[in-house]
């Protein structure tokens, strides 16, 4: 791809950090691109890079990491526990979810970009029929492959929990207080995605008479793995509406540990205009690990439509810039 023949010997190279660079390289339409928006080359390849830059969060390499981290640990989130058991169920379930939070790559907006999906299957066990009818054990897991934009791969995870009734609901009628209930466990993911296409985005650099649309299109490599050891502790309360309905609420913080890193080494072309006119190229490299937040916090509010064999439970959950919204089906057979 780096036809450095095809190109005037012009070159720029400005690390980011100390494990990252770009390097980029004006053939004569890329100078004369400058020259017609009132630019100097150094101008010119100076807005660049720093459009770049932002791109692919070079010079933020650790908080997107971090990021990476504490959203690999929230994905599973609420997807293994049911917070309205009743004495002595045995149910079985699936869940489904959307999740999002801080690691958009390539793109300027992070609203979609930034996220992704995550599955479980579980099964739980209230433990009346041993003479503890306020414990309720759970288990969950999968593996499934995951999109962030334009980087596919997988996330794996696990996760075991028990939940106790710390103040037992009120009597069975047409409004009953469920109480209070404390829910804690073990949750590990590991989740890798990385550049399975071309990484196509574009940047926009300004000059004193005019501004082009630069495309940038990136081939190579470009991949984050992240995996996590978690503990949380929620805390939980709700109300039973004609004992079918039942609105929860509930806040919960995560001790959490592991390792997040990102590998990144991308030849990448510089066009203009709906011709693609080629202008330059640019080669992206990076590579830097970081881990999760060691305490974080969350809220989450869900309504279950519980019945005597099937429960079907709608949540969501925020945190510090992650959030997610979760559909699970329970049967109790």
């Known amino acids: ?6 190109f005037l010997a012009l070159a720029h ?4 950090r100390a ?7 004006l053939n004569e339409q890329g100078r004369q691109t400058a020259a017609d928006i009132g630019l100097d080359i150094s101008g010119f390849l100076a807005q660049s890079e720093s459009r770049i830059n932002e791109l692919y969060r070079l010079s933020r390499t650790a908080e997107l990491l971090s990021a990476f981290a504490n959203v690999a640990a929230f994905a599973q989130r609420g997807l293994g526990v049911d917070y309205d058991p009743d004495s002595g169920d045995v149910m079985f ?4 979810t959307g999740f999002s939070g801080d690691i958009a790559i390539g793109a300027t907006s992070t609203l979609l970009t930034s996220s992704s999906v995550n599955a479980a299957v579980m099964v739980g066990v209230n433990l009346a029929r041993w003479g503890l009818p306020r414990w309720t054990v759970f288990a969950n897991g999968f593996y499934i492959p995951t999109e962030v934009r334009a ?9 075991t929990h028990v939940h106790y009734r710390l103040v037992p609901p ?5 409004v009953r207080w469920t109480g209070v209930a404390v829910t804690t466990g073990l949750e590990h993911a590991r989740w890798r995605v990385g550049a399975a296409q071309r990484l196509e985005t574009n940047f926009r650099v300004q000059g004193s008479q005019d501004e082009v649309n630069v495309h940038i299109s990136s081939e190579g490599t470009l991949e984050v793995r992240a995996s996590t050891l978690g503990i949380p502790l929620e805390v939980t309360t709700g109300v039973r509406l004609l004992d079918i309905f039942t609105p929860y609420i509930g806040v919960g913080a995560e001790l959490a540990t592991g390792s997040s890193e990102i590998e990144v080494a991308l030849d990448s072309d510089l066009t203009i205009n709906a011709d693609r006119l080629p202008i330059g190229t640019a080669l992206i490299t990076a590579s830097d690990s970081s881990s999760p937040d060691a305490l974080a916090f969350h809220a989450l509010a869900g309504l279950q439509i519980h019945t ?3 429960r079907v439970a709608f949540q969501g959950t925020i945190s510090d810039g992650v959030w997610a919204v979760a559909l699970g089906l329970r049967v109790v057979p």
């Open 151 to 159: 980087l596919e791969g997988n996330l794996l995870t696990l996760g």
């Open 13 to 16: 190279s400005v690390p980011a």
């Open 19 to 25: 494990d990252s660079s770009i390097q980029l390289m």
């Open 308 to 310: 005597r064999y099937v």
């Open 1 to 6: 791809m780096r036809r450095a023949l095809l």
């Open 170 to 174: 009120t009597r069975p009628g047409s």
């Open 93 to 96: 379930g699936v869940s489904g």
